[in-house]
């Protein structure tokens, strides 16, 4: 029996864009801060922002934490690999 289809099957012919935007973390954290990299990510047919940081921790995504596909994103994008 084939699966039903799911509402959103209908962008299976176009992919969802992904917007990553690099932050300046000492403009927007201080000079002081361990945050090593800051990234503003969006999804095109998501509502908000992920805001994904390096520091201390490693990678994580302010919001879901370091499983985040957002992470996955920033992290093969500044490895020069698609994620997607």
Do not use: N
């Amino acid at each position: 029996m084939p699966r039903p289809r799911s509402p959103d099957s209908q962008f299976d012919f176009w992919p969802q864009r992904i917007f990553v935007e690099e932050l300046d973390a000492r403009a927007i954290a201080g000079e002081r801060t361990r945050v090593q990299a800051m990234y503003k990510v969006r999804y095109e047919r998501d509502g908000g922002i992920h805001q994904v940081f390096l520091d201390h921790h490693g990678w994580y995504c302010a919001e879901h934490g370091p499983a985040c596909s957002a992470v996955r994103e920033v992290t093969a994008r500044r490895e020069g690999v698609s994620p997607s």
